[in-house]
């Protein structure tokens, strides 16, 4: 979780202002970026998995980071990466010299970066899910996406709505293997596609109460509205203003840090006090 001083200044809050700016330029919810980054991560760009490659504020995995930065990596100034990049007869990602490699996993620790194409890969996901399924996608089916890949959340949510009651781990056996506290209760019993994804929506909802899990986002990729949102271009507006004045100027005052605190606290599903 981000640690948030008594003061309540935000000026050095890297990480929230990363994924706010990279919500403002895609397009995608920051709520939602915002949710996935801490249940991923805690916030913590250096985060690092104990039994896969996942790394960084939303945990990708080497070929998963890979595939996006050669999709997009271009529009943010990451040409050379990129040109780095191609894939093998059997589609894997690969990187020639194994020094730029590591370089280029490494770009998952900075989290203006990690924010920016964890909100290209969410968009991807979004597209790729409606025009299969034929429907608008909620935030949950997108976490779903994220964490089953494009493929996988397909079929699961193509199985889930032909048979929501049904056991998921038969059909996703290679996922239930990896994920065993995910497709199985405690007991043992492989728990249902409905309550797979009610539990996914649920966790997304606790750690980013902006977010209506359920609810899938409004035509053009707009957020459904929601009461007392923080918005990114309000929280990038003030930090940048605050940025640019001159070194003597740039203590902010009392009003400012409080108004910005606020806005802080309110994105992290805190109560102001």
């Known amino acids: 979780m981000a640690n948030i001083s008594a003061a309540g200044s935000i000026g050095h809050d890297r990480v929230t202002r990363a994924i706010a700016s990279s919500a403002q330029r895609t397009g995608v919810d920051f709520n939602y970026l915002l949710g996935q980054a801490k249940i991923e991560s805690g916030l913590d ?3 690092r ?15 998963s980071w890979l595939g996006v930065i050669e999709k ?15 894939q093998n007869s059997r589609g894997r990602f690969q990187v020639a010299d194994s020094s730029l490699k590591s370089q280029i996993l490494d770009l998952r620790k900075n989290p203006e970066i990690a924010s920016l194409m964890a909100a290209e890969f969410a968009s991807d996901n979004k597209d790729y899910l409606e025009g299969r399924l034929g429907k608008r996608a909620a935030p949950v089916d997108l976490y779903l996406a994220h964490f089953l890949g494009p493929a996988g959340a397909r079929k699961f949510l193509s199985l889930h709505e032909r048979n929501p009651d049904g056991a998921a781990a038969p059909h996703m056996m290679r996922a239930a293997g990896a994920n065993k506290s995910i497709f199985y209760t405690t007991g043992g019993a ?26 899938p986002s409004a035509p053009g990729g707009e957020s459904s509205p929601v009461t007392n949102t923080v918005q990114p ?11 640019a004045r001159p070194v003597a100027a740039s203590t902010p005052t009392y009003n400012e840090s409080a108004h ?4 802080l606290l309110a994105s992290l599903g805190a109560t102001p006090r």
């Not at 998995?49 to 070929?63: E, K």
Request: net charge positive; proline share 4%; charged share 25%.
């Open 49 to 63: 998995a104990r039994t896969s490659s996942a790394t960084g504020l939303f945990q990708f995995i080497d070929q």
């Open 45 to 47: 760009p250096q985060a």
């Open 260 to 263: 910005m605190a606020y806005m």
């Open 233 to 243: 271009a309000d929280y990038v507006r003030l930090a940048s203003q605050r940025a």
């Open 190 to 215: 492989p728990r249902s596609f409905d309550e797979i994804r009610q539990r996914f929506a649920a966790k997304l909802e606790r750690f980013s109460p902006g977010v209506e899990a359920h609810r």
């Open 72 to 86: 997009h990596g271009h529009k943010h100034g990451l040409d050379w990466a990129r040109a780095a990049i191609s």
